[in-house]
């Protein structure tokens, strides 16, 4: 799992039948201290997040068990909004 | 299996049912030498590891769900022991 803030959102009429209904944010991929790394990645969600939030997601074949029909085609889904990331004693 | 050593804590209340009662840790990459490599992971712990433990990560999802007995879980990156010695 990785740490990632959600910058915004991507809205999709046209796709593929297994992501109806499914939220998709644009997440910017952070490390421990919460400073960003690389570059946006577009992810699914499945907790609500909205933006600005911190949250942590999960990529390969468990991002497409992450949402409720497991025959998708996801490769990164957000699993959990953070509260608080806490480093050092 | 990777080593890694556990840097902090991540909390969480809104996730997946599945991630619930589990402690989710920052765990950093080392290499045989416990030097730090490579970016940080979150992952589930199942031994009760704390900072500064240095520890046995396995990132592979069949394993993962194999330990939390769930052939289901979305789950990859699992702290499954805490190294003592590495000789």
């Known amino acids: ?29 952070l490390n421990e201290e919460l400073e960003e790394i690389g570059d946006p990645v577009v992810a699914c969600d499945t907790v609500q997040a909205g933006i600005n939030d911190i949250v942590f997601y999960e990529g390969g074949r468990e991002a497409a068990l992450g949402l409720k ?3 998708n085609p996801s490769d990164l889904t957000i699993m959990g909004i953070v509260d608080q990331v806490n480093i050092g004693e | 299996m990777i080593l890694g050593r556990v840097v902090g804590n991540v909390v969480s209340t ?8 589990y402690k989710i840790l920052v765990v950093q990459p080392v290499n045989d030498k416990e030097e730090p490599q490579g970016e940080s992971v979150l ?3 199942t031994v009760q590891a704390g900072v500064g433990d240095t520890v046995l990560v396995i990132d592979e999802g069949n394993s993962s769900r194999l ?14 022991g805490i190294v003592d010695l590495i000789k």
């Open chain 1, 1 to 29: 799992m990785k740490l990632g803030k959600v910058i915004g959102n991507v809205v999709c009429t046209q796709k593929v039948d297994s992501f109806q209904d499914i939220k998709l944010l644009l997440v910017q991929p």
């Open chain 1, 69 to 71: 029909n497991w025959f």
């Open chain 2, 14 to 21: 809104i996730k997946l049912p599945v991630y619930q009662g």
């Open chain 2, 43 to 45: 992952a589930l712990d």
């Open chain 2, 67 to 80: 330990i939390m007995n769930n052939s289901t879980a979305p789950v990859r990156t699992m702290i499954v």
